[in-house]
């Protein structure tokens, strides 16, 4: 068989981090990466299943790469959230798969193709497998990586099936943090995003969050540090400072809310109020005044009745976010919601409130960047337009796309750009010379 592999993620930026160590183990055990499934002879996805359209995505994508191995007899490889939660019940759906692993043993890969002889191979076993930590990650790209922090949740959000699926929170020794973060610099990446469920419960050695950021902008090279998820109710005044003092630390937040009323929060186990969760921002707007903050919101939990859905709107309108990801509640088997609350708000519902709350997140962010018209913003160059090659492609500080015109080779450069105008999703903008 050929020693490539095709590996594409679903779900969040934890998903991402753990496809960067895995795609180190797999070249370490001398596979290439190819970007067509059709060249590959280990076809991976690594898959959610945050909601259930999550999974059946993953699952119609699994479908239509199981009639490629029909016909390349390619390795096909279901790893992640999904295949932790269906584990030999996911042989039902595709029995095409030849490998199904869980969250923790999804770094045994390349240890498994080596010793592999036909029989499909199950392994969603829990608890910690220090095996992974020994791959410091490959970058997304050769400018900007993910380092994990923390792995797990503690959390029990009413609604969320990912501790079920990731275990306990594990924090990572500061040591192993700055040893990956240095091992993406030595490769030339300048940003690193540092990655958790819940990034600000940090807590080792007597470091807490606040203070790992210190130590990875002070001794390591990377020149933008970036961090997801923080949660609303452990973002503390040491990091809020951070933003105050270190310009290494991007100005964007990104702070989930999930609802604008307090009945639905306390419900949810969000473990804060609306009113905390502005005073936080307000805080962090003070520390950073450009910052960006961007939040999740789930309409159509049980019971929300309209005017709870009334306050998650004027929450938006008040606290002016920079964008949102906006969803649907979907009930998830063996959640604390699934279990004690009907799932009682009708499927139109939540769909005519869905649109309502991202018609108006679309203009709230169309408001929100005429703000940067006329601004000078520092941007990393990661790329070029899809549409007009001759155009580069970045982020800002604020992690907001953008696009430039202007200048020669841009790929890889932070350069000052200067945004001439912007839309909801999108600054357009020229190089500053
Ligand atoms: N750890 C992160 C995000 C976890 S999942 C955090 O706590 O913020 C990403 C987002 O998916 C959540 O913030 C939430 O808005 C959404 N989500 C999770 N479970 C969901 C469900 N059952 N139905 C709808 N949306 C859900
Ligand atoms: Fe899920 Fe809540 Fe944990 Fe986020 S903090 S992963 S929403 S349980
Ligand atoms: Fe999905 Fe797992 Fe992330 S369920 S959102 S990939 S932790």
New binding site residues.
């Given amino acids: 068989m050929k020693k490539t592999y095709y590996l594409h993620s679903y ?2 930026q ?1 998903n991402l981090a753990d496809s960067g160590v895995l795609a180190a183990a797999m070249e370490g055990a001398g596979y290439v990466p190819v970007a067509d499934p059709g060249q590959a002879g280990i076809i991976i996805l690594n898959t959610c299943s ?3 359209k999550a999974e059946e995505r993953a699952l119609g994508r699994l479908r239509e790469l199981a009639h490629l191995k029909r016909t390349n007899g390619a390795a096909l490889c279901a790893i992640g959230c999904m295949a932790q939660r269906l584990g030999s019940r996911l042989l039902e759906q595709i029995p095409e798969l030849d490998i199904i692993l869980g969250t923790e043993r999804l770094f045994l890969l390349p240890e498994l193709l080596a010793e592999k002889n036909g029989a499909p191979v199950v392994d969603i076993a829990a608890g910690d497998n220090p095996a992974w930590a020994e791959y410091p990650p490959a970058p997304d790209n050769p400018f900007s990586g993910h380092v994990i922090i923390t792995r797990g ?1 503690n ?1 029990y ?1 009413a ?4 501790p079920y699926l990731r275990g306990p929170e594990r924090h990572r020794s500061p040591e192993a943090v700055l040893r990956d973060v240095a091992h993406l610099a030595a490769h030339g990446v300048s940003e690193v995003t540092l990655v ?3 990034v600000n419960s940090y807590c080792s050695d007597g470091l807490d969050f606040a203070g790992l950021l210190r130590r990875v902008a002070a001794e390591t090279a990377v020149k933008r540090i970036r961090f ?4 609303p109710k452990d973002i503390s005044d040491g990091l809020i400072r951070l933003f105050a003092e270190e310009p290494k630390v991007m100005g964007h937040v ?3 809310l ?1 609802s604008g009323s307090d009945r639905i929060l306390g419900l949810m186990s969000r473990g804060y109020t609306l009113e905390h969760y502005r005073r936080r921002v307000d805080r962090l707007r003070q520390a950073r005044p450009d910052i960006a903050v961007t ?4 309409v159509g ?1 049980p019971t929300e009745t309209d005017r709870e859905y009334a306050a998650t709107l004027e929450a938006v309108r008040q606290i002016a976010f920079d964008a949102a ?8 088997e063996g ?1 604390w ?1 699934a279990q004690n609350l009907p799932d009682d708000v009708p499927e139109a519902t939540k769909l005519e409130r869905l649109a309502g709350l991202i018609a108006l997140q679309k203009q709230m962010s169309y408001d929100v960047n005429q703000k940067e018209v006329g601004r000078v913003r520092q941007v990393l160059i990661d790329g070029v337009s899809r549409r007009d090659r001759t155009v580069w492609k970045g982020k800002t500080e604020g992690n907001k796309t953008i696009l430039v015109s202007g200048g020669a080779d841009l790929l890889g450069r932070i350069v000052p750009v200067r945004v001439a105008r912007a839309d909801s999703w999108t600054l357009y903008g020229e190089l500053k010379v």
Avoid: K, W
Wanted: positive net charge.
């Fill in positions: 779900g969040c934890m945050v909601r259930e949740c959390n959000c609604y969320c099936i990912v958790g469920q819940n997801i998820t923080s949660h990104h702070l989930p999930q939040t999740d919101l789930i939990f990801f906006m969803f649907r509640y979907s009930v998830r959640t919601a």
